[in-house]
């Protein structure tokens, strides 16, 4: 009898060490099929960012001059929030350690928002597009030059506020 009760446990045992190793080898491969799809997830590369950020960097300035401040603290944001993105997708890129060269310019424009004050948001703007074109020069982009928009980004937008 104890030696029935022995195989029977033995039994058990190995059916279920077999039903283990069969639930890792479907979870191994529910891991890989999930990894699969992401490796083929889309991203967007820097340029799309990049043309993302210029946008923004237009639409700012239209907003700036027109003392539409609560539009420019909006679109400085976004291209702070564009710049996160960057950072989190294109770590891969090595021009991407540069890209806090526009530091400066963001933090002027957020005082001249915050203070209201045009002249110093046109000094601040300067700064960043500078900043924009050093990055570009120093990662081999000299090419792609940024300059202070003048004509509008987009004709469906109203840039002056209360409207």
Not at 11 to 17: K, M, P
Not at 105 to 133: H, P, R, Y
């Amino acid at each position: 009898m104890k030696t029935v009760l022995i195989l029977l446990l033995l039994t058990l045992i190995i059916a279920s060490c077999s039903q283990q190793g069969d639930n890792t080898k479907q979870l191994q491969a529910r891991i890989d099929s999930l990894q699969q799809k992401l490796n083929n997830t889309y991203r967007p590369g820097l340029g799309e960012f990049m043309l993302g950020i210029q946008e923004h960097h237009a639409k700012l300035w239209f907003a700036g001059i027109n003392k539409n401040w609560a539009l420019a603290d909006f679109e400085v944001h976004e291209i702070g929030e564009t710049v996160d993105d960057i950072k989190q997708y294109c770590m891969d890129r090595p021009e991407v350690k540069s890209i806090g060269t526009i530091d400066p310019g963001i933090a002027a424009i957020n005082n001249a928002i915050k203070q209201k004050d045009v002249d110093q948001f046109k000094k601040g703007f300067v700064e960043l597009t500078s900043n924009c074109n050093t990055c570009h020069k120093n990662n081999q982009h000299g090419f792609n030059v940024i300059i202070i928009p003048n004509g509008l980004p987009v004709e469906n937008q109203n840039f002056k506020p209360g409207n």
